[in-house]
Antibody, heavy 120, light 108 residues
Framework: EVQLVESGGGLVQPGRSLRLSCVSS????????MYWVRQAPGKGLEWVSG????????EYADSVKGRFTISRDNDKKSVYLQMNSLRADDTALYYC?????????????WGQGTLVTVSS | EIVLTQSPGTLSLSPGDRATLSCRAS???????IAWYQQNPGQAPRLLMY???SRVTGIPDRFSGSGSGTDFTLTIDRLEPEDFAVYYC?????????FGGGTKVEIK
């Protein structure tokens, strides 16, 4: 059974940093691209970042480019999101999602999300 | 960035009705790299369709997708009670990937 478990969310002040983690199980992690998608309270889905199987392609939404960094550790079957210079509009539930292939692909499995609240 | 516009914002229908959801892209989505997701309150999204018209294993055949270029449609025949949810389209052709704003299918 595929499982994705996010952690690292919490309450953080504007301008500070947070690192999200997503540990996976139930599939061959290094065969697939991984993504982060967020959802602000009561709002729609926003694609945040993606990383291909070998970290060869890394991409970001314009809203987080230069502030967020995605990475993965295939040995630990984990993907990470380092979030710096956090702003109030980064407040959201952050989902980790598995792609359906090693590169550009939709997301066939999602975690339950970790909540990030940016507030003073 | 490819902007996806979903319409209508809300669809009020009865069980047994047909739902037709639209997703329009600001530029052509090559290879029809459009996916559709369903999201119920308090739950993570679930992938329904990919490649505009391919159904994910286990998704009922009352769900179908169509379209090409800039105009895509998700059709749900004979709405079941569990189909009342929010639906999102996504393009995964060009980075950054983008989602539409969603269509809520509610019980009339």
């Amino acid at each position: 059974e595929v499982q994705l478990v996010e952690s690292g969310g919490g309450l953080v002040q504007p301008g500070r940093s947070l690192r999200l983690s997503c540990v996976s199980s139930g599939f061959t992690f290094d065969d697939y691209a991984m993504y982060w998608v967020r959802q602000a309270p009561g709002k729609g889905l926003e694609w945040v970042s993606g990383i291909t199987w070998n970290s060869g392609i890394i991409e970001y939404a314009d809203s987080v480019k230069g502030r967020f960094t995605i990475s993965r550790d295939n040995d630990k079957k984990s993907v990470y999101l380092q979030m710096n210079s956090l702003r109030a509009d980064d407040t959201a539930l952050y989902y980790c999602a598995k792609g359906t292939s090693y590169s550009k692909s939709p997301d066939d499995y999602w975690g339950q999300g970790t909540l990030v609240t940016v507030s003073s | 960035e490819i902007v996806l516009t979903q319409s209508p914002g809300t669809l009020s229908l009865s069980p047994g009705d047909r739902a037709t959801l639209s997703c329009r892209a600001s530029q052509s989505v090559t290879s029809n790299y459009i996916a559709w997701y369903q999201q119920n309150p308090g739950q993570a999204p679930r992938l329904l369709m990919y490649g505009a018209s391919s159904r994910v294993t286990g998704i009922p055949d009352r769900f179908s997708g169509s379209g090409s270029g800039t105009d895509f449609t998700l059709t749900i025949d004979r709405l079941e009670p569990e189909d009342f949810a929010v639906y999102y389209c996504q393009q995964y052709h060009s980075f950054p990937f983008t989602f539409g704003g969603g269509t809520k299918v509610e019980i009339k």
